[in-house]
């Protein structure tokens, strides 16, 4: 009797450490690095050339053993950019929201019906703080800082940008010629990932770039 009692205990502990397991690998585990500069050519836009800096958010696979189960989606995804100096203090003392470069503009629809042109106002574009799904083994592009035609400054790029003045040049998220560690971080469901990387931004634009940080870089909060 006294057995069999504790294998039925032992069972359900199993059981219910098994359970735990499956649950925690399932959850989404998320991983950002650093994306391909995206550059741009415009023509009638506040800008004519444009370099946008961005990071990659992943939700990464299961591992093959347990490929039979379904990571679940990271849903819901957002978060903020917090820009600092060198020695770890913030520029702005605040975070920027971050921009996925998925989402659409967050500028109003322009529609030709015959002669007549007529704009749609989705209020959805307008909303300063984005969300993204992510699904397993998929990833999302997210906005980081952009740098227009022979500027010396770059600013950090987000929904904001679009209602500046001057517009895109935004000037709460103005970042003159140097280097800077931007810190990211992204929330889903409870789920949270962070990473710092630093911003070079004391060189021409077709060299602006994020690199990854160095031994030592470390931000005060």
């Keep these: 009797m006294g057995t069999t009692l504790f ?17 925690n690998l399932r959850k989404p585990k998320l991983k950002l690095q650093i994306a391909s ?21 992943i939700n990464k696979p299961l591992p093959r053993i347990a490929r039979w189960m379904q990571r679940n989606a990271a849903l819901q995804c957002h978060g903020t950019i917090t820009f600092y100096h060198l020695d770890g203090q913030n520029v702005f003392g605040r975070a920027m929201s971050v921009r996925w470069s998925g989402s659409p503009e967050p500028v109003p629809t322009r529609v030709s019906i015959g002669n007549q042109h007529v704009i749609i106002v989705d209020p959805a574009r307008f909303s300063l703080q984005a969300r993204m799904d992510v699904y397993p083994g998929e990833s999302e592009r997210l906005d980081v800082a952009a740098k227009f035609d022979n500027d010396e400054d770059c600013y950090g790029w ?23 560690l931007v810190k990211v971080s992204v929330v889903s469901a409870g789920e949270r990932c962070s990473s710092i990387f630093r911003l070079i931004n004391d060189v021409v634009r077709q060299d602006f770039r994020l690199e990854k940080t160095l031994p030592g870089d470390k931000t005060f909060d």
């Design 158 to 180: 987000s929904n904001e940008n679009y209602f500046s003045t001057p517009i895109w040049r935004h000037p709460n998220w103005q970042l003159p010629s140097g280097r800077y």
């Design 37 to 57: 500069p995206s550059d741009r050519a415009y023509q009638n836009h506040p800008a004519r050339d444009v370099r946008f800096l961005g990071l990659e958010l």
């Design 7 to 23: 294998e039925v205990i032992l069972g359900a502990v199993v059981a219910i450490l098994i359970t735990i397991w499956v649950e």
